[in-house]
């Protein structure tokens, strides 16, 4: 299933590793440093609006316009449909 995280970007839910808020990216050295240390093309800023959350995956970094809770409702949305698709192929295949 897929994410969106604002303007035309989208990705892959699977490949998301984490999601941090940036607020908490700003106060934190750890998260600066890891970013700092990324190849500036490994980093996309997906609005020219002030970025609300920082968005991990096995591919790159995403600095996005939406909240860290919006981002979370829609990868929990994602997560239950899977479910329910898992739920649904098993009761078929019985």
């Known amino acids: 299933m897929f994410i969106h995280l604002g303007g035309d970007t989208v990705i892959r839910s699977k490949d ?3 999601i941090v808020d940036q607020d908490t990216h700003d106060s934190s050295s750890i998260t600066q440093q890891f970013l700092a240390s990324r ?3 490994d980093i996309e800023r997906i609005s ?7 968005v991990v995956t096995t591919e790159k970094i995403y600095l996005s316009p939406i909240s ?3 981002l979370k409702r829609r990868a929990q949305m994602v997560s239950d449909f899977d479910d329910y698709s898992e739920d649904s192929e098993d009761t078929a295949e019985s």
């Not at 020219?48 to 920082?54: C, F, H, L, P, W």
């Open 39 to 41: 190849n500036e093309n």
């Open 48 to 54: 020219a609006e002030q970025s609300k959350s920082v």
């Open 68 to 70: 860290t809770l919006t």
């Open 16 to 18: 998301v590793i984490t």
